[in-house]
């Protein structure tokens, strides 16, 4: 993967995945799928190895020696998309980062964490749920679908990000069910604001 500077970083092939999952089994946890499926002029990625395949890469920071997060950038004057840590520096792009966000877990304890979103056929993130141990983040990719504007109602659109602690001596592994018990759930809601 480039950012047209230079080398971000590497996708691991089909044929590698299973020899890095034994060598590292924690790292291997965090690797996902990278595909891009074309939708109207434009590719967009997914993490679930949907359309043009590119390899297992990395949505945490230094799992597996990711070090660099990648960003979606749409063009500022066609509808082109671009991916890269940073293109801040090219006119066509400064200032329409797509998306890029990160989870982070501030607290001591290790969380489970969900999103949950008003609209979900024109609302995604992804991933859309994990695990974090203490100081981890996460990658995530927020996106939307193209819709009518000014002819559908965009009021209550918004992102809800919930999280909990995790039983002790839980795996690593999300359940849903961590959020349906006694526990202390918490939420935070994200308004989406629309640039049409």
């Known amino acids: 993967m480039t950012n047209g500077k230079g080398l971000l970083g590497r996708a691991i092939s089909e044929s590698q995945i ?3 999952r034994a060598m590292c089994q924690t790292g291997s946890a965090n ?17 679930n190895g949907s359309g043009l395949k590119q390899g297992w890469v990395s ?20 509808d082109d998309m ?30 489970g964490w969900a999103f949950k979103t008003t609209n979900m056929k024109r609302l995604g993130v992804d991933p859309a749920a994990g695990v974090l141990d203490p100081k981890e983040n996460a990658l995530i990719a927020v996106s939307c679908d193209a819709f009518a504007y000014r002819q559908e109602d965009t009021n209550n659109d918004r992102i809800t990000i919930e999280w909990t602690n995790t039983p002790d ?26 640039n049409p």
């Open 82 to 111: 671009m991916y890269g840590e940073n293109l801040e520096w090219n006119t066509w792009y400064k200032g329409m980062v797509q998306d890029g966000g990160k989870v982070t877990n501030s607290s001591a304890r290790r969380i």
């Open 18 to 20: 299973g020899t890095i």
């Open 59 to 78: 949505t945490t920071y230094m799992s597996r020696g990711a070090s660099l997060p990648i960003k979606r950038w749409k063009s500022r004057y066609t």
């Open 169 to 194: 001596g839980a795996a690593k592994q999300f359940r849903r069910e961590w959020f349906q018990g006694d526990g202390m759930v918490r939420r935070k809601n994200l308004p989406i604001e629309y």
């Open 31 to 47: 690797l996902r799928n990278l595909g891009f499926t074309k939708s109207g002029n434009n590719y967009l990625h997914n993490l």
